[in-house]
């Protein structure tokens, strides 16, 4: 990006208002609202929480949450986003005519899922949870690929921070909405408002500009189907070597990994902790996500002024650390001001964590396979706390909150094993990467 024919510095204080105030930055807000705002519904814990309430075991909610496994597997089909535009849609451009149909989909998805009965069969309610998540990961990927593409490299902290405000405030709709809606309406209305406000990011879309494309990624979009799912692996291997590349995706892999094992297991724990779906609307769903959008901006802020490397370490104990947390909830149950503590360390620690991961994925993609690599590195960080979260409600079962809560925080040590293994190659924004010995 240039102004008068000067490249446009994004460092420093007026660096990151200059990027907040793009219209690429307005963008992306409501870009990752429509992203943040399926995830609870079909992925994650306002599920598991209506689930729980019609009466399911938390056996059965685990493995339920297995259906929505296509989050983590989006880039297994990221190479047909960036080889191909969709055909129906071409006309609004590559990146806009995979978004707008997965747009749709969701919707769709979302207002099917209103009408199923679990407690009557989980049939239905698995068919609709697998066609929206993989319209929802399919979503996700085209909009990292477009923040990506839309700004240079020095601007993603800022964008990501403004992309995770988007999607913060869709998870507040999806948490904190859908359960005041169920619970002094019922589900099948939360679902059915939460359908309805996908309209906001298809305007989007619509109205959105699309990436420019760089003449050498037009090239490799004209490479041959084969070549669409090698190329992208090939040129990150190629790029980092193999010993290098295996040990960053392992990073990434486990970054986030104390946080996710959890997740599966928070709403049935709010329940079952004596707190009803009125409080955990307005702690968890609402407090928490404006301290995780807090988080947020102190993470592009941080990683702006500090580099990757200091944040990263932060960012990975932070998460763990706020585990322990949900320790005063087991020990003070129904108290409000334990929740409300356990919260705030939780979300804000996720929000961090989570604009610091997003702008280090960024900087290790290659622009010609933006959708591929990036759903890769996202996948992976995903991967991991997905399966461990399908059979998280054995492990409570077996044991009990407390004892998973504290197995839960030292899952970060393999993490920081690899963290000091890659401290002196990480590139920090802007800056030439160390020379990596062969």
Known sequence: MSEGGKPVSYKGWSGIRRAFGTPSAASMAVLGFGCGLPFLLIASSTLSTRLRDVGLNLDDIGLISLASFFYTLKFVWAPLIDRYAFPLTAFLGHRRSWLLVAQVVVA?????????????????????VLIASFAGATQDSVVDAYRIEIAPENAQAALAATYTLGYRIGLILAGAGALYIADFGSWKAAYWVMAGLMCLPVIATLLCREPEVREDAAIRRRIDFAEAFWQPFSSFFKLNGLAFGIVLLLFVGLFKFPDQVIGVMAGPFYLDSGYSKADIATVSKLYGIWMGIAGAFLGGIC???????RMLLIAALAVALSNLAFLLMTQFPAQAWAFYAAISADNLSQGFAGTVLVAFM???????????????????????????????????QATSYSTFFVLSAFTVIPTLLLLAWLWKHIKEPGKTPPVREP
């Open 108 to 128: 769709i998805g979302l207002w099917a899922l209103a009408f199923v009965h679990p407690e009557q069969g989980v049939g239905a309610l698995v068919l609709w």
């Open 303 to 309: 990683v702006a002024a500090f580099g990757f490397r």
């Open 362 to 396: 960024s900087s290790l993609t290659n622009r010609n396979f933006t959708a591929t690599q990036y759903a890769l590195l996202v996948s992976l960080a995903n991967l991991p706390g997905k399966f461990a979260g399908g059979v998280s409600g054995f492990v409570v």
